[in-house]
């Protein structure tokens, strides 16, 4: 039998969605805001991509909003083979490039050839944060756990001993993506040391 | 101390953000497609939006596919006070579009007036099934339980005594959203009968 191309891009696409569904069972480092657990990576992507619709108007003008979500929901599929590197472990951060592309390539290359490309394109650009897409998506990424951590009394911070310096470094990638929440994730900081849920 | 407009804005985005992050605890009686847990309804949010990305190509011509994805985000927010109804409980199903409304006002009504609206507005148009892209939305949130189902000797069927029958109901929606996806359904539900994990 002969199988149709078009049977072919459908069947391809069918084991991409079976394969995807495994972000759902990817658990992250970061808490729900009430801390009542960890959070998996898939709800986190619905948060962040939703998060892009409700705080579009904070990117610079001129930002594709739209590119921000469809980047945002396939930022992290490749946690499914690589799991999530937790963003204050320097090593873990450094190692985990290889794994996550030899990721993309398998997860992406499960779709037909051009629409595999064009979805890795978003992971990739998510990545090099060159573009203003890019840098508001990897805002909202960020912006999301210190949220979550500040309404937690510290939430994971002093469970890995994490300071307000490291923190920090991560406000300033909310800022060049957008100062306003960049701005406001820097007061939230604040006000956790000031409470004593996050060290100097 | 006067506060400006767009401090007020932030802040009721901010605690709209806040709000949302509740969908992650809201349980749904779909299963994970490998059967290991329940899925909660921030996770199929995310999985459904993104298969509008995947399966795109089989809308209608002319569908936006953006506007669909952005309707699949907020799909399912009310049930963070309505809570997740069982599609095949008739009575459920009729009793919970006041609630769901209120819901909405509520929920939607956290944002500043016109952003709120117009998000409401994409949830009422999902509800509502009269556009190509909520049409299209919705037979994705139909497709996925049955593909998760039918790839798990079942999943929830037999366990809530659904039938064949009851299912091809929900392919119809499919089939009015995208005849591709409905079709490839309605093989799914017939091989599910065949291999006896979906009685007549
Ligand atoms: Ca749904």
Redesign the interface.
């Known amino acids: 039998m002969t199988i149709a191309p078009e049977e072919d891009?459908?069947n391809a696409?069918?084991a991409?969605?079976?394969e995807?569904?495994?972000?759902?069972?990817v658990i992250r480092r970061n808490h729900?805001?009430?801390g009542?657990r960890r959070?998996?990576t898939?709800?986190h992507?619905?948060?962040v991509?939703?998060?892009a619709?409700?705080?579009g108007?904070?990117a610079p003008p001129g930002t594709d909003l739209?590119r921000v979500?469809?980047m945002l929901?396939?930022h992290d599929l490749v946690e499914i083979d690589a799991g999530d590197t937790f963003i204050y472990d320097p090593v873990a951060v450094a190692a985990q490039a290889e794994v996550e592309r030899a990721a993309a390539d398998r997860i992406f290359g499960l779709?037909p050839g051009e629409?595999g490309a064009s979805?890795r394109e978003l992971w990739a650009e998510f990545e090099d944060r060159t573009t203003p897409e890019a840098r508001f998506a990897k805002a909202l990424d960020r912006f999301a756990p210190i949220?979550?951590n500040h309404?937690n009394e510290g939430g994971t911070w002093p469970l890995f001993k994490v300071t307000a310096t490291q923190v920090k470094e991560k406000v300033r990638i909310i800022q060049e993506g957008s100062p306003?929440l960049g701005a406001?994730a820097l007061e939230l900081v604040e006000l956790s040391v000031a409470r004593g849920h996050l060290p100097e």
Chains 1, 2 share one sequence.
């Open positions: 891009r459908l696409q069918i991409f969605a079976v995807i569904d495994k972000l759902k069972r729900l805001i009430d009542s959070e998996n898939a709800e992507s619905w948060y991509g939703t998060l619709m409700v705080f108007e904070h739209q979500v469809a929901l396939v779709l629409q979805m949220l979550a309404l306003t406001y």
